[in-house]
């Protein structure tokens, strides 16, 4: 009896003692709430999902190299490597045009190939500033995961469908031009969705930093979208469009099957009460846990269920049309090299396609670093224009260095594209993401939840007209030599200052006004 009484007490002191500490993974990964993992999911989702998108631009500048070629760069041995796998299309060094001195795919083997190719970018960056005013009034109308999913499936199409001219020797510029636009078009579904649904899952505390975090899907989507294009470019530039095109689709279906849009649309059983439409109220003193089923969701005060916003009445919101017009010239500068730095590298440094395409994303590298500094300085200034003032401010000097000492050698280059890639980039990744949330969640919208994706759209669409224009110009400018595209850029960055002059006035305290109210577009 004794021994049955001593084994009945010390055994659970045995179960107790032979049980193990959680691993430190487990640990960690049970330390973070049901709410935390969905915000990490929708973060890391959106990230993913955008950056295929910018994947599937950068193919073109990578191919212009191969598009049209200098024949006489091009060594008998390269001949004799390409041509064997070459449609009949293509015109290798083994067979010179009339001129003798060029070669490449027609059209784009004529005297004026820079203007041609200045087209295709002009048709999809033009397409796309018009279809954005558009695409965020629709976008916030409709589901955003359905919305995403379309564009993203349509835009995969039209990608793969320009690669195609490759295989069934399509030699018709109108061809290369209609599939640019209907692909600029489609793509506007994405940057309001995905703007928008991450607005919904965080608050504005650190919100430049976060954003300038999750941007960085802009540099990555371009250096991944160089590498593979520049794979295939010298050997099957079909492919260097068709393999981009089946990433976005495949990311549409991704997108359609896991994307959440909001969330409440989960029953999140807390809300940051910085949510710009609800407040949890917990029905506890707040000393105990409260099961997630007691919790009210109330209307946060000023919300109201009015409808989306209209145009004229976000471009109100203060801020709006001078940042609007800013990303118009820092996009300008940006999608220059976007769709010409490659062509740059190859007539400077003398690489061929697939190595200019390597090196530039050298640019990308600079930018990923440019946007999280921009949104790390700005939340801690709480000045945003001033913070992309001064990198503009920065910018243009640094730009006539680049055009000045990128002919010394490779290594120059390679210096002056990160830091090229910093400068350029900062103002333009913390305008069309921490500003456009700050704008689209201004105070003065009383709460309406509807505005994000127009004041998105307006502010984007405005800064993509920037975009259309510069690669247009560059294409005209050019042929006069290239320190008369930098001189362009320099201009277009010292614009984009002008337009920050009087909010960087009014965040630096020079107005006299409270210090609450000196930046138009901080709620406080």
């Known amino acids: 009896m004794y021994g049955a009484s001593s084994l009945g007490t010390e055994a659970p002191c045995l179960v107790v003692t032979s049980m193990a500490r959680l691993p430190v993974g487990i640990r960690v990964l049970v330390s973070f709430s049901r709410d935390q993992w969905y915000r990490a999911f929708t973060f890391f989702l959106t990230f993913l999902l955008y950056a295929s998108f910018h994947l599937s631009r950068k193919p073109i500048s990578i191919v212009k190299g191969e598009l049209h070629k200098d ?4 060594t008998e041995g390269e001949a004799q490597l390409n041509s064997p796998g070459k449609p009949a299309g293509y015109r290798g060094a083994q067979q010179p045009l009339d001129n003798g001195t060029d070669c490449g795919w027609a059209p784009f083997d004529k005297d004026n190939y820079q203007q041609l190719l200045g087209a295709l970018d002009y048709s999809f960056l033009c397409a796309y500033a018009v279809g954005m005013y558009l695409s965020g009034i629709i976008g916030e109308r409709l589901p955003i995961r359905y919305y995403l999913t379309f564009g993203m499936l349509a835009s ?19 061809f290369y031009v209609v599939t640019q636009i209907i692909n600029g078009l489609v793509q506007t579904t994405g940057w309001p969705s995905v703007v928008t649904c991450l607005g919904n899952w965080f608050g504005k505390g650190r919100r430049g930093l976060i954003m300038g975090v999750w941007n960085s899907h802009t540099s990555v989507g371009n250096i991944l979208g160089s ?83 209209s145009f004229t009445g976000a471009l109100r919101i203060p ?85 000045a000492i990128s002919k010394m050698g490779l290594e120059a280059t390679i210096a002056m594209l990160l830091l ?105």
């Open 71 to 74: 024949c006489a760069a091009v």
């Open 227 to 309: 590498l593979i294009a520049g794979y295939w470019v010298s050997t099957c530039w079909g492919l260097s469009f068709i393999v981009p095109g089946a990433i976005v689709a495949a990311m549409g279906i991704v997108c359609f099957l896991f994307l959440i849009e909001h969330p409440r649309d989960i029953k999140c059983s807390s809300m940051l009460p910085t949510d710009t439409e609800t407040q949890c109220l917990l029905l506890s003193d707040g000393r105990g846990s409260v099961h997630p089923n007691h919790f009210i969701i109330l209307q946060a005060e000023g919300t109201t269920s009015t409808g989306a916003i």
């Open 420 to 524: 090229s890639g910093v400068l350029v980039s900062g103002p333009y990744a913390l305008i069309t993401t921490a500003v456009s949330a700050d704008l689209g969640t201004h105070k003065s919208l009383k709460g309406n939840a509807h505005a994000l994706a127009t004041v998105t759209a307006i502010i984007d669409g405005t800064g993509s007209v920037g975009a259309a224009l510069g690669p247009l110009l560059a294409g005209l400018i050019s042929p006069s030599g290239w320190n008369n595209v930098f001189y362009m850029l320099m201009l277009a960055d010292a614009c984009a200052l002008l337009c920050l002059i009087r909010l960087i006035h009014k965040e630096l305290g020079c107005t006299g006004k409270p210090a609450g109210d000196q930046v138009p577009f901080k709620e406080h």
């Open 156 to 174: 995969g199409a039209f990608t793969a469908l320009f690669g195609l001219g490759y295989f069934y020797n399509i030699h018709s510029l109108g």
């Open 319 to 403: 801020g709006v049309i001078e940042f609007s017009l800013c990303l118009l010239f820092a996009k300008l500068v940006s999608y220059t090299f976007l769709f010409w730095l490659p062509l740059y590298i190859t007539s400077v440094d003398h690489l061929d396609a697939q190595h200019a395409g390597e090196l530039s994303t050298l640019f990308d590298v600079g930018g990923i670093f440019g946007g999280i500094l921009a949104g790390l300085v700005s939340d801690r200034l709480e000045k945003r224009a001033s913070t992309c003032g001064l990198m503009l401010l920065l910018a243009a000097p640094t730009l006539y260095v680049f055009s």
